[in-house]
C-alpha cells in the first residue's frame, strides 16, 4: 500500500488521540497540522512528527499537500472547514457529529461527491473489530429478529463555560456529543423508527441530558439515555427473538462482546484488545478506501450519516 499524506485541522484532545494512532500507521505520512494559533500548531506538529505547521486553517488547505485531511474541531465547525478542505481538492475524514443539522450535512456530501473526493464521518464505533463481530453474529441469525435495544452514553461532566460541550455557539450538548453513538447503532440495526418520544434537560442553552425512546412498526424499541450528569455503565443490549448480544461498558469502543442464547447460555465470547488506542482502524479503514479509489467508506456511508443526522433533527424537533 503507498503512503497517504494526512494533514490535521483543530489541536485539542481527539486531534491529539488521533494523531497518536496516526503516527503509528506505517501507510500514513504526516504531512501537516493546522490551528488557529501558530504555536500550538507549532507544538502539535512536534509532538507527532508532522512535517508543517500552519497558523490559519485557510493558509493549510490552500498550501499544505495533504491528500486526506482529519478534521478535530467543533461540531458547529465542520461544516466550513470541511468545506475549505473540499474546495482545495482534499479528500476529508470529519469527527462526529458530521454537522449540526442533516441539511448541512447534505451539502457536504453533496459537495464531496461533485468534487470526486474521498468523505467519512469518523464514527470509529464502526470501524472496531468487536462491532464489526456484532454484525456478523446478527447478520447469520444468532439473535433472530431484533426486538430491544439498550444503549446509553452518560458521564458526570463538570459544567465549564469554555468547553465546547456547554457552548451553544459550539454545537454543544448531550445529544451531538454523545447520543450520536446509540442513535447510530440503533439505526445501523433497525434503520428509522416509526414513533419517537424524547425528552431533554436543557441548561446553558444545550442539551445536558436526555431520553430516548425510540419506536418500529414490528414493535421493535430502543431505549437510550445520555447525558453529562449522571454516570450509566455505557453498556449495550441488543435482544433479539433467538439471543442478544452484550457489548462492554463504553459500547461504542468496547474492547469486548458476548453473544448470549435465549435462556442466557455464554455461545461466543470476543476480546479484541486495542493495538494503539483503538482510532488505528479507523484509520485502516480511510486507507483502505483511498487504496480502492472508494468516495465513501462501506462501514460509514453517506446514507447512514445523513440518516442519523436527520433522526437527531427529529429528536431536537421534539424539545422545543
Ligand atoms: N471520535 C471520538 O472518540 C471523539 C472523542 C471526542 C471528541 N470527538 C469529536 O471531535 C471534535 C472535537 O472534540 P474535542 O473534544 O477534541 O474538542 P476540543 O478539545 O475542544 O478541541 C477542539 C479544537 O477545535 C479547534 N477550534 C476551532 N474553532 C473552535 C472554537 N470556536 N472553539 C473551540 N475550539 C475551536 C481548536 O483547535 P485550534 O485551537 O488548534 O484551532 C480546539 O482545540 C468534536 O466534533 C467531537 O464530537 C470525537
Not at 66 to 74: G, N, R
Not at 140 to 151: F, M, N, R, V
Request: aromatic share 10%.
Amino acid at each position: 500500500m503507498k503512503k497517504f499524506k494526512w494533514g490535521i485541522i483543530g489541536t485539542g484532545k481527539i486531534a491529539h488521540t488521533f494523531a497518536t494512532a496516526l503516527k503509528h500507521d506505517e501507510n500514513a505520512q504526516l504531512c501537516g497540522v493546522a490551528s488557529r494559533t501558530a504555536e500550538k500548531a507549532e507544538s502539535f506538529a512536534k509532538e507527532f512528527g508532522f512535517e508543517k505547521s500552519y497558523g490559519s486553517y485557510k493558509e493549510f488547505a490552500e498550501q499544505s499537500d495533504a491528500e486526506i485531511v482529519y478534521i478535530a474541531t467543533p461540531m458547529s465547525s465542520h461544516f466550513d472547514d470541511a468545506v475549505l478542505c473540499l474546495e482545495n481538492g482534499k479528500n476529508v475524514l470529519c469527527e462526529k457529529s458530521l454537522t449540526v443539522h442533516a441539511k448541512e450535512t447534505k451539502e457536504l456530501l453533496a459537495l464531496a461527491e461533485k468534487k470526486g473526493l474521498f468523505f467519512m464521518e469518523a464514527m470509529w464505533m464502526k470501524c472496531r473489530p468487536v462491532y464489526r463481530k456484532m454484525k456478523e453474529w446478527i447478520a447469520s441469525g444468532q439473535i433472530g429478529e431484533i426486538e430491544y435495544i439498550k444503549a446509553d452514553f452518560s458521564n458526570y461532566i463538570s459544567y465549564d463555560p469554555n468547553d465546547r460541550l456547554f457552548r451553544e455557539d459550539c454545537g454543544g450538548g448531550c445529544l451531538l456529543d454523545l447520543g450520536v453513538y446509540p442513535m447510530t447503532l440503533a439505526h445501523d440495526l433497525l434503520g428509522m423508527p416509526d414513533e419517537i418520544v424524547y425528552d431533554a434537560h436543557m441548561r446553558y442553552g444545550v442539551d445536558i441530558s436526555n431520553s430516548i425512546r425510540l419506536r418500529y412498526k414490528n414493535g421493535a424499541f430502543v431505549s437510550a439515555d445520555n447525558g453529562f450528569e449522571v454516570q450509566l455503565s455505557n453498556n449495550a443490549v441488543i435482544s433479539g427473538s433467538k439471543g442478544y448480544i452484550i457489548l462492554g461498558n463504553w459500547f461504542h469502543c468496547t474492547c469486548e462482546g458476548t453473544l448470549y442464547s435465549k435462556d442466557g447460555k455464554e455461545i461466543e465470547r470476543f476480546v479484541h484488545p486495542d493495538a494503539i488506542n483503538g482510532y488505528e482502524y479507523e484509520v485502516e479503514e480511510v486507507h483502505s478506501c483511498l487504496e480502492k479509489g472508494l468516495k465513501e467508506s462501506p462501514l460509514i456511508p453517506h446514507s447512514d450519516t445523513i440518516a442519523v443526522m436527520e433522526l437527531m433533527d427529529r429528536l431536537r424537533e421534539l424539545s422545543r
